[in-house]
């Protein structure tokens, strides 16, 4: 029997938030933000099908792909409650309203399928989620605080910053969990490995140890580490946990192996024999219903019946026969979605810009679709990020290319940098897009004549 919609919790939490949620609507210029958290980046077809026909019949008709592996809806009018009914109904909404802002935890799209991963971490995962739903006391966490989990996968999002991450690891023929705060596996090694038995008891302490320490402005691990430092933090964790943290230095001095490029895009084998996954790059993050209505119908015809969301703003559908992978390819495509990784709009990020947000100083959109254009024309595709502020929505990482709005249609050019804070290295100052296009292409002619 379906439940009343008076009786369902559709108030926003008691701890005030400009982050959008699915129980708490954000206003802007076009209307209200609904973010939908997917467990694990995973959607089921009925479930993508409901996201469709609400964002269709009570909102503008936008669905955002987002850096999270999470889905958000934009436009939304003056019936956001029936918009919210819809979602609850297709089971989008967590198990607890209390925990709607913090079910913050990243995992690989291909966790579980992938062929390079050493553990399969889905399991753990799903009890660190179910502990955040139903865990009171994390509920004071900020809707900003972020978890992530990767199992050695080849296809993993390592360069994000989150305010705990974890890697399995093989040390001694042993798989284990190491850990590290306020940083990412990409950059950093860890701190401490734990047994993969006490990884979830683990992951509660320092949750709760981050609560205790932490003042009301410390939101976020870093700002608390600012005060205590990485190494008082561990001790004071030690202290809570029965059992010892392994800082052995095989672990802190343990690196990650980097991930695969691009392998977000287009076919990658699995695990399973004969299976693949098969991905395409949601344009400039946003999908139409119709999009993903499509998409939604190709998993059931082709996969398992349900979508990963990437956090490279992008849609893979897994356990697809080898035998269908390219048709399963063509359709994407055929569906609107970018399959190739030599198209240059499957590498551009931009922001909401100025057609849809206040703090916006140029339609960045617009602008990556004209740049895309120009480096197409010229056979260049690189990675770039468009942003209409100096808050960096759109990426949740510094870009090998960054273009920060000075005005409407111009930009600041920055090139990552790994000795410059922020964007790293400035080029050049005040560009139209049709400048930015020139210098870039020159610089790639130049490079491969070296």
């Not at 990767?150 to 042993?174: K, R, T």
Request: proline content about 6%; hydrophobic content about 45%; glycine content about 8%.
């Amino acid at each position: 029997m379906t439940e009343p919609l008076s009786a369902r919790p559709l108030a926003a939490p008691l701890r005030p938030s400009a982050c959008p949620g699915l129980l708490r609507i954000v206003p802007a210029l076009d209307g209200g933000i609904c973010r939908i958290k997917l467990p694990g980046g995973m959607i089921s077809a009925e479930q993508a099908q409901a996201v469709a026909d609400a964002a269709e019949r009570f909102a503008g008709g936008v669905i955002e792909a987002t850096n999270r592996a999470n889905l958000q809806i934009r436009g939304i009018g003056m019936d956001a409650d029936s918009l919210i009914a819809m979602l609850l109904d297709a089971g989008l909404g967590p198990s607890n309203p209390a925990s709607d802002d913090v079910r913050n935890l990243m995992l690989s799209p291909m966790a579980g399928v992938d062929p390079q991963q050493v553990l399969d971490v889905r399991p753990l995962g799903a009890r660190i989620l179910q502990s955040l739903e139903n865990h009171p006391r994390l509920h004071e966490l900020s809707p900003k605080f972020a978890l992530s989990l990767d199992g050695g996968e080849g296809l993993a999002m390592l360069e994000h910053s989150h305010d705990l991450w974890m890697s399995a690891l093989v040390i001694g023929g042993q798989t284990l969990i190491g850990f590290g705060l306020a940083g990412c596996p990409a950059s950093h090694s860890p701190l401490a490995a734990v047994t993969l038995d006490t990884a979830h008891e683990m992951v509660i302490a320092v949750l709760e140890l981050f609560l205790d320490q932490a003042r009301p402005d410390q939101v976020r691990m870093r700002d608390l580490l600012k005060d205590i430092g990485a190494s008082r933090f561990i001790e004071l964790l030690a202290a809570r946990l029965p059992h010892p943290l392994d800082t052995d230095p095989l672990i802190t001095g343990w690196q990650r192996r980097p991930a695969q490029t691009n392998a977000h895009i287009g076919v990658q084998p699995q695990l399973q024999s004969g299976l693949t996954s098969v991905g395409g790059v949601v344009p400039l993050g946003r999908l139409t219903p119709s999009m993903l209505r499509s998409t939604a119908k190709l998993s059931v015809e082709l996969s398992d019946g349900t979508l990963a969301m990437t956090p490279w703003q992008s849609v893979m559908l897994r356990n697809v026969p080898a035998h269908q992978s390219g048709s399963a390819l063509d359709c994407l495509r055929a569906a609107g979605l970018l399959c190739g990784a030599d198209e240059p709009l499957s590498k551009l990020i931009a922001c909401t810009g100025s057609a849809a947000c206040a703090k916006g100083l140029a339609d960045t959109k617009a602008d990556a679709l004209k740049l895309a254009a120009l480096l197409q024309s010229n056979g260049v595709s690189q990675a770039i990020h468009l942003s209409g502020c100096t808050r960096s929505c759109a990426a949740a990482h510094v870009a090998p290319v960054t273009l920060l709005a000075v005005s409407d249609g111009r930009y600041d050019l920055y090139f990552r940098h790994a000795e410059r804070p922020g964007f790293g290295q400035l080029r050049e100052r005040d560009l139209t897009i049709e400048a930015v296009g020139a210098l870039l292409i020159a610089d790639s002619r130049s490079s491969t004549d070296d």
